[in-house]
């Protein structure tokens, strides 16, 4: 089983930066992508960025966030900048990939979210 653990939410001021962290956990053989979503209360869960063969942003996020790898930490950032109230909401890490435990498995992990606030 695979496991992302998330890091680097908080409050943060409208304009400010923040930057993302998770982290990939377990018998992990590859990992085809990695991503970011987002949900703000009353909302349904969006994506934010996603980084596999190509990189996908949504439209709000361009120009602003960033999603970078680190395939030889298992590891994906998000690198958040100019900062919005509309960006609040919890995001979540995402990972798809193959994991080995004796045998091949597809896996589609998600973690447990991280609360990012944006207001004054």
Known sequence: QVQLVESGGGLVQPGGPLRLSCVALGCIFSIN????????????????????GSTIYEDSVKGRFTIMRD???????????????????????????????????????????TQVTVSS
């Not at 209360?41 to 969006?46: A, D, N, S, V």
């Not at 100019?82 to 973690?111: H, M």
């Open 33 to 52: 992508a990695m991503g970011w979503y987002r949900q703000a209360p009353g909302k349904q869960r969006e994506l934010v960025a996603d980084k596999g």
């Open 71 to 113: 395939d030889t930490k298992n590891t994906v950032y998000l690198q958040m900048n100019n900062l919005k109230p509309e960006d609040t909401a919890v995001y979540y890490c995402s990972a798809r990939g193959i994991q080995y435990s004796g045998t091949y498995a597809d896996f589609n992990s998600w973690g447990q979210g």
